[in-house]
């Protein structure tokens, strides 16, 4: 297992914390465990996209349990970054259906133009380019999800380019 | 044999929000089911014939039948909305599309087994849908259908959105239930079955998303007329997520019974093979049913048409047939390699195996790395028998049915395109880009 201590303190802003009252509050009085998924999500979401040590362990101890049962966790499930991701992690699907309409051309063309391998993260942060099983999306192949979306039908070059400029450019709008 | 019960209402304007899909009938089974007992809303589900959508086609009223109601417990609905077969997409089009049907699915399935918190587990990828169910209970809520004291009858229900965190196993509706209790998805030992001691060891139904659709309607109309759709055994309609290479990929809700030819050449459905290929296989159900080649898919062994239904599909056993699965239609032209393909599929299994049983684990490592090695030329001829004998021996002794869905599209390859594996070992330079091996292609 990947475990990465960054050394700094984490904690949830005061919106992420309503929200953490109100997901562990759904569920049966002592089932509170039942939160783990959820709070893991959220706690990637606000900590920079993966999960450290110091992640996990916060994790924990606002659920009252063993710092081992939240890594257990954490390694099982393929959406839980146990290291750095690059601000926009491009998950391309390889599964059967994407494959056989140009899944493999569509990662070849990724790695080509961010001069990355697959796993890898560019130098400058923005892009890591990873592969990922069927996303349900295999009539809208070839693929991939970025952060909440979905962008289908990736069948040429030039909707690639399209698809890295748009990002790009929100990236740098947010700077 | 176009008739729709699911997706009728899809082209109506605003049909996700709460008011216009109120205005259009919606939530009429809600209203209904509060005032019948809940075994007679069970014994409707039963006679209407609606078998499991999500892959295995078990009878749902059946199975609703069998959840402990004796023994005081707690009960809850957990509707299965982790889609992650590959081939399969068609759960998410009736999340994202007909929010408030899968919604009131679930109240009037919860009125049915008296659940008083029910839960959506749906795969952690859908961040959209997630946000797509939230806001429609909060809509739900609002109107009285949902939360304390439903219409004014007494009756409570909460409904959870849990999110998943990529993990096809959790899927496997033990290895859900673990989820949602905050482990490792990691399947369960059966018995005891969920409908005994499921989430938090108390009595748990699991169903899929579209088996939870379709309740609403045979409430409205009653099992009886339900059972008219379609076919004997395979009454009413099926969501069919249609991909590969095909003219119209996307999801279609077809009658039972459809001949697969129409389905796959017709304009309204798959509109027949892209570029003008010609066919060489199909996988009918998802990856985990046996892949068959296009005479045999077209055509029963016996000569006779193949239909789109639980029985027709499955004509021949696995020597000559497949299985309707969950409706993942996934549709190879010629130019396709089934060796790869088969590679291709062992790695998801052997990436999705959650490592408990040893033959699961092991076994899908072992038949990876043996179709890695034949696909790209280190094959040999033995490499042959030494994977038809690595499936058989997970095939059935597993704890899940994983282990199977890994050993059928391994076996089925085997048995319909020996030949393809073979060429691959003797030639190794030349890979497969033409169809080769006992498949007839279909003159299109
Ligand atoms: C490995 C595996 C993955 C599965 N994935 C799903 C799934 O994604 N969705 C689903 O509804 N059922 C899935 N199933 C089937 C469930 O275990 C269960 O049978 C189903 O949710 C019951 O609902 P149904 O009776 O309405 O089909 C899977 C089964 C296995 C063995
Ligand atoms: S068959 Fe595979 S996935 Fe299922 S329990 Fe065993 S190891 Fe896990
Ligand atoms: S195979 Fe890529 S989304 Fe299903």
Redesign the pocket.
Same mark, same amino acid.
């Given at each position: 297992m990947l475990a990465i201590r960054t050394g700094q303190k984490v904690e949830f802003s005061e919106q992420s914390l309503q929200k953490v009252t109100e997901i562990i509050n759904r569920y049966p009085e002592g089932k509170q465990k039942s939160a783990l998924l959820p709070l893991l999500h959220l706690a990637q979401d606000e900590f920079g996209g993966w999960l450290s040590v110091e992640a996990m362990d916060y994790v924990a101890r606002m659920l009252h349990i063993q710092p081992i049962e939240v890594y257990e966790v954490a390694t099982f499930y393929s959406m839980y970054n146990l290291k750095p991701v690059g601000r926009f992690l491009l998950e391309v699907c390889q599964t059967g259906p994407c494959m056989i309409r140009g899944a493999e051309k569509l990662v070849s063309q990724l790695e080509e133009k961010l001069k990355i391998k697959n796993g890898e993260t560019t130098t400058d942060g923005l892009f890591t380019l990873k592969t990922v099983e069927c996303l349900a999306a295999c009539g809208y192949a070839p693929m991939l999800q970025c952060g909440e979306h979905y962008h289908e039908f990736l069948d040429t070059e030039e909707k690639v380019d399209q698809l890295l400029d748009q990002l790009r450019r929100k990236a740098a709008a947010n700077n | 044999m176009s008739r729709k019960i699911l997706l009728d209402k899809i082209g109506i304007a605003g049909i996700e929000t709460f008011p216009v899909y109120r205005s259009n009938g919606g939530y009429a089974s809600v209203e209904k089911a509060l005032k019948m007992q809940p075994a007679d809303i069970v014994e409707e589900v039963k006679k209407s014939g609606l078998? $499991? +959508? $999500? #892959? =295995? #086609?078990?009878p749902?009223g059946l199975?609703w039948s069998f959840i402990d109601k004796k023994s005081g417990r707690p009960r809850y609905l957990v509707c299965? =909305?982790? !889609?992650?077969?590959p081939g399969?997409f068609k759960?998410r089009f009736l999340m994202e599309k007909l929010p408030h049907l899968v919604l009131e699915g679930m109240i009037t399935a919860s009125i049915a087994l008296e659940a008083n918190l029910s839960f959506i587990y749906v +795969?952690g990828e859908f961040r959209w849908i997630i946000k797509i169910l939230e806001k429609a209970i909060v809509e739900a809520k609002e109107a009285g259908f949902l939360g304390r004291n439903i219409l004014g009858t007494g009756y409570n229900l909460e409904i959870v959105v849990q999110t998943g965190a990529g993990a096809?196993?959790c $899927? !496997?509706?033990?290895?859900?239930i673990e989820s949602l209790e905050g482990k490792r998805g990691n399947?369960r030992i059966k018995p005891p079955f969920p409908a005994v001691s499921g989430l938090y060891g108390n009595p748990t139904v /699991?169903?899929? /998303?579209?088996?939870?659709a379709a309740v609403p309607w045979i409430v409205n109309n009653g099992g009886a007329e339900y059972a008219k759709i379609g076919v004997p055994k395979s009454s009413g309609t099926k969501l069919i997520s249609a991909c590969g290479n095909i003219n119209n990929p996307g999801v279609y809700e077809i009658e039972l019974g459809l001949p697969v030819k129409d389905f796959l050449f017709a304009p309204e459905w798959c509109g027949g093979m892209k570029n003008g290929k010609r066919l060489k296989a199909v996988v009918a159900g998802g990856s985990?049913v046996p892949i068959l080649p296009a005479g045999l898919f077209l055509k029963t062994a016996n000569g006779e048409d193949r239909l789109m239904s639980y029985e027709s599909l499955a004509d021949g056993g696995f020597a000559t047939g497949t299985m309707l699965g969950?409706g993942g239609f996934i549709v190879y032209d010629e130019d396709q390699c089934i060796v790869r393909n088969t590679w291709n599929f062992t790695r998801f299994y052997h990436h999705?195996s959650c490592g408990q049983c040893s033959p699961c684990r092991e076994g899908t490592g072992w038949m990876e790395r043996i179709l890695h090695n034949i696909e790209n030329g280190h094959g040999k001829m033995s490499d042959i028998d030494l994977l038809w004998d690595v499936q058989k021996k997970i095939e059935g002794n597993t704890i899940?049915?994983?282990g199977d869905?890994a050993a059928w599209p391994v076996a089925a390859a085997i048995r319909h395109f020996r030949d393809e594996f073979e060429w691959h070992i003797k030639e190794p330079k030349e890979c497969m880009v033409r169809n080769f091996g006992i498949a007839e292609p279909a003159i299109v």
């Open positions: - | 078998r $499991g +959508r $999500g #892959g =295995a #086609g078990f749902t199975k299965n =909305a982790d !889609e992650s077969e399969t759960d +795969r096809y196993i $899927g !496997e509706e033990t290895a859900l399947p /699991v169903s899929n /998303v579209e088996s939870i985990s969950s999705e899940c049915p994983l869905a």
